[in-house]
């Protein structure tokens, strides 16, 4: 389990591809590396990994056919940077939010903008995923706990702090980029348990609104 909350960044040093399976190795530096050990999880760009060997500044993991159908590292290539965090430990902080670094899809970079200082950065993202999607709420792009500012159709929009910007890869990515999405795991569950009853009741946002139990804005 991880927090969102960037510890570093490392540099993919090494792929190994084979028949449905890869072999990563990544450059870290030797500070991060201090209290790892083998059978560790440490997220890459959000991607829960296990570490099969270290040196002084450096682990490699492997990566399973499911999660490189699912995530970026299958397009993965050497000498990119990416973002990277340890596991939490029951005594850490809780900085950002709770994440399993258990990728739920790819999402795509659609506009970027400079407002204030802040990158406002739009994600287009699958519609199935958009459902656990909402406004104010958390939600981790390559492993960066976001808080969503705005909805537009099955795009969302986050607001992206200097420190977030100078920290962790996003300030490097561009329009059309691809990004690993996990969305927050109470609005997994919120789906799961009222999806049974979704056709069954006539209770909408504009059910709400007309009763008074939510406002028009």
């Known amino acids: 389990?991880?927090?969102?909350?960037?510890?570093?960044?490392?540099?993919?040093?090494n792929i190994e591809k084979g028949q449905s399976t890869s072999r990563i190795s990544i450059a870290a530096e030797p500070l991060f590396m201090d209290d790892a050990a083998i059978g560790d999880s440490i997220a890459v760009d959000g991607v829960c990994l296990t570490v099969v060997e270290k040196g002084k500044g450096f682990f490699t993991a492997d990566v399973s056919k499911e999660t490189l159908k699912l995530t970026t590292l299958a397009s993965a290539k050497k000498d990119v940077k990416v973002n990277i965090e340890k596991a939490l430990k029951p005594s850490g902080k809780i900085g950002g939010h709770i994440v399993t670094g258990h990728i739920d899809g790819l999402g795509t970079i659609k506009n970027k903008d400079m407002k204030h200082g802040?990158?406002?950065?739009?994600?287009?993202?699958?519609?199935?995923?958009?459902?656990?999607?909402?406004?104010?709420?958390?939600?981790?792009?390559?492993?960066?706990?976001?808080?969503?500012?705005?909805?537009?159709?099955?795009?969302?929009?986050?607001?992206?702090?200097?420190?977030?910007?100078?920290?962790?890869?996003?300030?490097?990515?561009?329009?059309?980029?691809?990004?690993?999405?996990?969305?927050?795991?109470?609005?997994?569950?919120?789906?799961?348990?009222?999806?049974?009853?979704?056709k069954k009741s006539s209770i909408d946002e504009d059910f709400l609104i007309k009763h008074g139990f939510i406002g028009e804005d």
């Open 1 to 13: 389990m991880f927090t969102g909350i960037i510890q570093s960044t490392g540099v993919i040093s």
């Open 118 to 198: 802040f990158s406002v950065v739009e994600f287009n993202i699958p519609d199935e995923l958009m459902r656990q999607v909402v406004k104010k709420g958390s939600i981790a792009v390559d492993g960066i706990s976001l808080t969503v500012a705005e909805i537009i159709g099955n795009s969302f929009i986050v607001h992206l702090v200097p420190h977030t910007l100078k920290l962790t890869t996003l300030g490097l990515k561009n329009i059309g980029s691809k990004v690993n999405i996990e969305t927050d795991i109470i609005g997994k569950y919120v789906e799961r348990f009222l999806f049974p009853y979704a």
